[in-house]
Every structure is written in C-alpha cells, then in structure tokens.
Nanobody, 116 residues
Framework: QVQLVESGGGLVQAGGSLRLSCAASGRTFSRYDMGWHRQAPGKERAFVAGISWSGGRSYYADSVKGRFTISRDNATNTVYLQMNSLKPEDTAIYYC?????????WGQGTQVTVSS
C-alpha cells in the first residue's frame, strides 16, 4: 500500500513563495500520475495541478497557472509543488494524490495560509 506524506506548508505573506513536497512510501505504483488538490474553508476540494508518471505532461487549474509549477522525481518517489506569487485565495489544505487507473491514494494534507 502506498502512503503519501505532504510537507512544506505554512504561513506566508501575499506575494511570497512556498514549496510543497509529497513523498511516497510503501508499495509504489509502477505507473501513476501524481498531483495536488486543495480545499479552502467552506469550499469543496478542487484540482490544483497534476503531472504524468513520466513527468512529460503537467496540468494546472486556471487559478494557479503561471504561478505554480509541479514536478516529480521518481528516483525519490516525490512530487513537488512550487508556489510563487501566493494570494490569500490560495489559502487551503493541500492534498497530494497518486493515481493509477481508477485507484487514487491521498495524503493527509498540509495547511497553506497566505496572509494579506
């Protein structure tokens, strides 16, 4: 069973940057996409960014495009989310996921708070 552990969240002022990490442990998928969703207070969980198993294709929500960059290192089973030019509306719990076919594994989440 794959376990995902997020880190790197915290409190940052608007315009600042954070880099989230998600490390996979246990049995990993032979081929899987990974990425991030987030859930802001009072809102449903929403897609943020995803990356193919090879790292060749990346996908972003319109709200973060141009500000966030997703990457992965399969040698360390880690996916990253570099978040620049953070805005208060980016405040949310960020959840890492790993997906193979219809199976998805979620991390426990890491809090990102952006103050104005």
């Amino acid at each position: 069973q794959v376990q995902l552990v997020e880190s790197g969240g915290g409190l940052v002022q608007a315009g600042g940057s954070l880099r989230l990490s998600c490390a996979a442990s246990g049995r990993t998928f032979s081929r899987y996409d990974m990425g991030w969703h987030r859930q802001a207070p009072g809102k449903e969980r929403a897609f943020v960014a995803g990356i193919s198993w090879s790292g060749g294709r990346s996908y972003y929500a319109d709200s973060v495009k141009g500000r966030f960059t997703i990457s992965r290192d399969n040698a360390t089973n880690t996916v990253y989310l570099q978040m620049n030019s953070l805005k208060p509306e980016d405040t949310a719990i960020y959840y890492c996921y790993a997906q193979a076919a219809v199976t998805v594994v979620w991390g426990q989440g890491t809090q990102v708070t952006v103050s104005s």
